[in-house]
């Protein structure tokens, strides 16, 4: 299998290279993924130069390791492809006031910008500048496995309350170490997030990239994480940390059921539902709802991007290339869900007419729940900042271990937060 996939994978660079040999100009694509992806890729450059034989393309692509840092030097060295997969998240790091990529607003029609939310394009615009165009959309939502949770003698929660009080209840009918759910701490962060945006209508980064919430509200926050664990609604960071250092997924606990759900992206749900042990299943459940919430507090946001880089030479053939792979049957055809649920409108119906998109997946099932709950407040680049997440975590465990009170957790948070943003944002 393997060597089949090498075998395609080669045969389509070297069509791409013969194409090469008659085009006008080359354009340099980069991107991340597994091999399925870059399968895919390559059969889409490959049709993208059968259109336009005029246009080359080299693509440069690597697993996720060290990707990161391969881009930085070359944004930093002004080497950047011309194309670039990218992070949303990536934007505060590497174009702060939107003109660390090409401004793509010149070339909305050329882009075919209007096959997206309005919504997906205010988030990957930074400073009045395009800074991206969203691939796909991806939100953490609810995902129970059925057979644990009906050992449990459960209905899955339709708010809070119910989910709070579903721990004791695994805890005595099934033992102590059964949960209802396990989360790490980027997950305990953006579920609870969520919790207060429903309650306060006001959530914690606010859009000029710092903390909004007081010392009380910082408090209840961590209070909040305290008494889920003492519930036994999930194991403490002290305790999942005894489970070792693998993906959560490939955790015994979770392949035999022991945990009884996650909170996930819709995205990467598929890996998770594929290693329970069989006949175990999971399933979407309702997102709970605080009485009278008008906002799901809901972390959604686009899974990756398409940049065109600044110092490109031709930025009116990267955006047909762009344009090319989330819009044109074509190329949206050779994508199909190497990078999930396509965003555009024209490449979802596409996808749907030629069957490759599965509606009764637990992928769009989640996909689709996430456009129908209520949601006004946007999520920043900084709301998963990978080092306020790591300084989140490290207050968790000092509950954790006794070394901090949630008072002094939220406090310390508060301090040491605001530094940090403050860094970020300057």
């Known amino acids: 299998m393997k060597k089949n996939l090498i075998t395609t994978v080669t045969t389509l660079a070297l069509a791409v290279a013969s194409a090469n040999a008659f085009a006008d100009v080359e354009l340099r694509m980069s991107w991340w993924g597994g091999n399925e992806r870059h399968q895919a890729t390559n059969a889409a450059l490959e ?22 840092s391969r881009l930085t030097t070359q944004i930093a060295g002004n080497t950047e492809p011309d194309v670039m997969q990218t992070n949303w998240n990536w ?85 102590e170490k059964y949960y ?6 980027r997950d305990v962060f953006a579920m609870n997030r969520s919790y207060m945006i429903q309650k306060y209508n006001k959530d914690i980064i606010g859009t000029d990239g710092m903390l909004q919430f007081d010392q009380q509200e910082m408090t209840e926050f961590f209070q909040l994480y305290a008494d889920q664990v003492k519930n036994h609604v999930f194991p403490s960071t002290k305790e999942f940390a005894s489970y070792g250092r693998s993906n959560l997924y490939e955790m015994r606990p979770w392949i035999e059921g022991e945990f009884g759900g996650v909170y996930m992206w819709d995205s990467a749900i598929a890996k998770y539902s594929d290693n329970l042990k069989p006949p175990m299943q999971l399933e979407l459940a309702d997102y709970p709802m605080v009485d009278g919430a008008t906002d799901a507090g809901l972390l959604s946001r686009p899974s990756m991007m398409f940049s065109i ?27 199909g869900l190497s990078r999930s649920i ?62 901090a009170t949630p008072e002094e957790a939220a406090k310390s948070f508060l301090r040491k937060g605001n530094r940090l943003l403050k860094k970020l944002t300057r």
């Open 47 to 68: 049709r993208f130069q059968e259109k336009y034989p005029d246009i080359s393309v080299k693509g440069e692509y690597t697993g996720w390791d060290g990707h990161l």
């Open 91 to 175: 934007m505060p790091i590497f174009s702060k006031d939107g003109s660390g990529f090409y401004d793509m607003t010149s070339l909305s029609k050329e882009l075919g910008v209007s096959n997206f939310p309005e919504a997906s394009i205010e988030m990957s615009t930074n400073a009045g500048k395009l800074n991206g165009l969203p691939v796909s959309m991806t939100s953490r939502v609810f995902y129970f496995n059925k057979d644990s949770w009906e050992k449990a003698g459960l209905s899955y929660p339709k708010n809070w309350d119910e989910l709070m009080n579903a721990g004791p209840v695994f805890k005595e009918k099934l033992g």
């Open 180 to 185: 209802p759910l396990v989360i790490e701490a």
């Open 309 to 335: 880089g600044r110092n490109t030479e031709h930025p009116e053939e990267a955006a047909k290339l762009v344009n090319f792979l989330l819009n044109d049957p074509d190329g949206v055809k050779a994508l």
């Open 342 to 403: 396509p965003l555009s409108k024209s490449g979802l119906n596409t996808l749907t007419e030629t069957g490759q998109l599965d509606k009764n997946s637990l992928q769009y099932r989640g996909y689709q729940q996430a456009l129908d709950v209520p949601k006004k407040i946007v999520a920043t680049p900084y709301t998963d900042n990978a080092q306020v997440m790591e300084m989140f975590s490290e207050e968790m465990q000092h509950i954790d271990y006794g070394k």
